[in-house]
């Protein structure tokens, strides 16, 4: 069996940890604060002090981190992967970051013989807890099919989108169509509520039509009790939105409706409202609007 590491153990990556860890693989583990690495040595991981340590011991590496700079940092930087990198080893990015850094990584990495794959997911909190994620991936066929049965204990879907880089195309994908429906359930819901139809009943009638989506099936009824806590925070839609304007700009690519998104939720940031989940882009909507879901 396989040998494991996991490198960033916040909401996603400590879920997507432990059911690596319920399926009997060996795993060592590594976290920049060290209560959640002492949670899951509880629960039967292996501690380790740096990413070095980590994939000085493992098969695979897997890191789940903020942003493009905090993957750089543990795979290339000191003390990082790349200080214990070996042929044959395998490392695999669950986080979501600019195309271009993941193929930097990849070109570093593999000229220490390591195989690299990105594989950012999707599916929330809720999916990273059930083992039900959405994970696209860009990197070499033979390296997908060696971690494939991990790669099977976290998620459902599991695409090879092409070389390195791609998965993360796919995810920038995702988030231009995740915040499209975060906006867009906002607005209709505030509209309902201000032209004097009921919001909840609004849903009730279209989502079994063609505004269907996962969007309308989940969020809702969270909003309508006043729940507006994380799922996804704000701030990390914002910067996966900036990651997919810079990338638009490097291929001369417009992408007016995305740029319009990234300002509400930059708005929600500048506001202090970036740890709040990302369907709380309603309470920018409201703001402009003078009325709230919540009010009778």
Not at 35 to 44: K, L, T
Not at 139 to 161: D, F, N, Q, W, Y
Not at 217 to 224: A, G, S
Request: aromatic share 4%; hydrophobic share 45%; net charge neutral.
């Amino acid at each position: 069996m396989m040998e494991v590491g996991y490198i960033g153990l916040g909401i996603m990556g400590k879920s997507m940890a432990r059911n690596i860890l319920r399926k009997g693989y060996p795993l060592v583990v590594h976290n920049r604060s060290r209560e959640p690495v002492e949670e899951m040595v509880a629960e039967g991981a292996k501690p380790a002090h740096s990413p070095a340590e980590v994939s000085s011991q493992v098969d695979v590496v897997f890191t789940n981190l903020p942003d493009s700079p905090d993957v750089e940092l543990v795979a290339l930087g000191p003390g990082g992967v790349i200080e214990s990198a070996r042929p044959g080893l395998i490392f695999v990015d669950n986080s979501t970051i600019k195309p271009g850094t993941a193929r930097k990584i990849a070109k570093r990495l593999g000229e220490k013989g390591v195989l690299c794959l990105d594989a950012p997911v999707s599916g929330g909190d809720i999916g990273a807890r059930e083992g039900t994620l959405s994970i696209m991936v860009g990197g070499p066929i033979e390296a997908l099919e060696k971690v494939m049965p991990v790669l099977k204990s976290m998620g459902k879907t599991i695409i090879h989108v092409g070389g390195a880089g791609a998965g993360q195309i796919a995810k920038a994908a995702n988030q231009i169509m995740v915040a499209a429906q975060m906006t867009a359930m906002a607005e209709l819901l505030i509209f309902a509520k201000k032209s004097g139809a009921d919001p909840q009943k609004v849903v009730q009638a279209i989502r079994g039509g063609a505004a269907q989506c996962w969007t309308l099936d989940v969020k809702p009824p969270r909003l309508f009790e006043g729940v507006r806590t994380p799922g996804f925070k704000a701030h990390m839609q914002s910067k996966d939105l900036g990651i997919i304007l810079e990338t638009a700009r490097e291929f001369d690519l417009p992408l007016p409706s995305t740029a319009v998104n990234a300002q509400l939720f930059a708005a929600m940031v500048a506001l202090g409202l970036g740890d709040l989940d990302n369907s709380a882009v309603i309470g920018i909507i409201e703001n402009l609007a003078g009325t709230s879901l919540l009010d009778d």
